[in-house]
């Protein structure tokens, strides 16, 4: 028995699927040349290794999941706004369409919010992470929610967040030209509230993220074309460490890694 009333087993494997496909690139193995693409900084990667008692392999790996891990946050956005296309009465418009509002949820019999005031529609800014605006860009999805309500009375907007600090359906008090500010109708909603809200399942965010490990690893294995990064980094550093000529293997990849970003630098340009 599928276990989700909100979505079906179908529509829930495929948006899994297009998440997974979103990560692209990301998947490519990493050579030396791209691990190095932006400059990585060898102080930091050293000063990781011995603080952290970690040998090369173990700091250059977490370096490329760090890069990796950077880049995936977005396709995560992705997984967590779009699933909402295939819940009832939401819309996920497209990028910048319908005042760019990540989700739209309208219901013809009311929505309730917490303080008993009834609306029709709700405006949805998502984010995933609740620090991840600053003041600035704090302030300016503020008064679009502001703007929005003056252009409709019927509705309430949300700054929904995937990783709130706790779970929360509250007035959202922000600061905006150095005056502290809130509407009763603009609101800072975790997304297990946000879940509950739109399929009147009080726990269907709990019950989505039961079912996700095993729908994961049920869309990989059928991904045939599914790319597994076979990375060459360590063994490339460790082989430029070889042509240094340096008695110490672990002072050697020092002077390798230290040539990822000082190549250029009075001093190591001779070890060239």
């Known amino acids: 028995m599928w276990p989700l009333a909100f979505i079906s087993e179908e529509d829930f494997k495929n948006h899994v699927k297009l998440t997974i496909e979103k990560y692209g690139e990301k998947l490519e193995s990493f050579d030396l040349k791209r691990f190095n693409k932006n400059i990585v900084d060898p102080v ?7 603080v952290y008692h970690a040998t090369w392999d173990e700091i250059i790996s977490n370096e490329i999941f760090r890069q990796r891990d950077k880049s995936n946050n977005n396709d995560i956005g992705y997984f967590h706004q779009r699933i909402f296309q295939y819940i009832e009465n939401c819309r996920v418009p497209e990028n910048g369409k319908e005042g760019g ?8 019999n009311g929505i309730t919010l917490p303080d008993g005031f009834i609306v029709h529609r709700i405006y949805v800014e ?14 300016k999805t503020f008064m679009k929610m502001q703007n929005q309500l003056l252009k409709d009375d019927d509705c309430a907007c949300f700054l929904v967040e995937a990783i709130a600090k706790k779970s929360q359906n509250i007035k959202w008090e922000t600061t905006v030209d150095k005056q502290k500010m ?7 909603v975790s997304i297990d509230q946000f879940y509950a809200l739109v399929t009147g399942q009080e726990d269907a965010f709990y019950q989505m993220c039961l079912i996700l490990p095993q729908t994961i690893q049920s869309v ?15 063994e490339e550093i460790k082989s430029l460490a070889k042509e240094l000529d340096i008695e110490s293997e672990d002072l050697s990849i020092a002077m390798a890694v230290y ?3 000082f190549n250029s630098y009075d001093g190591f340009s001779n070890l060239k």
């Open 182 to 188: 809130g509407h009763k109708l603009i609101r800072r």
């Open 126 to 139: 998502m984010k995933n992470k609740h620090n991840t605006m600053n003041s600035s860009s704090a302030g």
């Open 259 to 261: 040539m990822l970003g």
């Open 44 to 50: 930091k990667l050293i000063f990781d290794k011995t």
């Open 220 to 234: 990989v294995d059928t991904m045939d074309e599914l790319n597994i990064p076979r990375d060459t980094v360590i």
């Open 101 to 108: 509002w990540d989700v739209i949820y309208e219901n013809e």
